[in-house]
């Protein structure tokens, strides 16, 4: 297990979160993985607690590259429709606000989380304390969307934006290697700089009304828990 002090201070923030989250999980459970570089911490401390403790853990992932890692360390990893309904999900966040809303699809994931999400009794989010703040939208906000007339739906959105008074600033289609980057669903993702989000309700309904939209990365009303780790190895709950 790694050591709290040879961590960068972001790096050990997310393992105290991680231990705290894993610490909510009862042998029996089924499981909902994150996604994201402390999905993958906390991941990596779930499989050792489950080896020492011989649990007994059903799992299902956000992603392919969480399903990989996860069956790699030795959890059972099976689809979200053979587990049915999980008990508890931990994943990360980019942004959390003060009524737990979040912006996640940093890792592109945010399809899969959020319905993996919304099939879980508890949602927990794990965070370094960069990840918390005032009002939503700094981090730019991820909407996943069909390749079939993305330029039209990239029109709607700017359209959708304006309407709000959030049209000026860019919308960039996510790349990786200068191509499109492609979801594990096989989609496009354009991230929207917006600043600050005043209405993410308003926001959220909207883009979600867009046909061409698959699903953007406001979860609001659906985290239940969130757990700031902090450098020194404590953690604050929002
Ligand atoms: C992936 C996500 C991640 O949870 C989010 O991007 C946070 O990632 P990290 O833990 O690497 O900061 O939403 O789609």
């Known amino acids: 297990m790694p050591d709290q002090t040879n961590l960068s201070p972001a790096d050990a923030a997310k393992l105290a979160a991680s231990r705290a989250a894993i610490a909510l999980v009862k042998d029996g459970m089924k499981l909902g993985l994150g996604t994201g570089s402390t999905a993958v911490i906390m991941v990596r401390e779930l499989a050792a607690r489950v080896k020492a403790e011989g649990l007994n853990l059903r799992c299902a992932a956000t992603s392919q ?23 508890l999900t931990i994943d990360g966040a980019d942004e959390v606000d003060p009524d737990l809303n979040l912006i996640k699809g940093g890792g592109g994931a945010h399809l899969r989380e959020k319905i993996v999400a919304r099939a879980s009794d508890r949602m927990v989010v794990i965070a370094d304390p960069a990840k918390v703040v005032e009002t939503l939208g700094a981090f730019h906000l991820p909407v996943e969307v069909i390749p079939f007339g993305e330029q039209v739906t990239e029109r709607l959105i700017r359209e959708t934006l ?77």
């Open 162 to 238: 304006q309407a709000q008074d959030l049209g000026k600033r860019p919308i960039l289609m996510r790349k990786r290697d200068d191509q499109p980057y492609v979801t594990d669903e096989g989609n496009h993702i354009f991230d929207l700089s917006l600043e600050a989000i005043p209405d993410p309700v308003h926001l959220a309904r909207s883009l979600a009304a867009i046909p061409g939209v698959v699903e953007h990365g406001l979860f609001l009303g659906i985290c239940d828990l969130a757990i700031i780790g902090q450098p020194d190895g404590n953690v604050i709950e929002l």
């Open 65 to 87: 590259g969480t399903a990989d890692l996860a069956t790699s360390l030795g959890l059972t990893v099976e689809s979200l429709d053979q587990i049915g309904w999980l008990d």
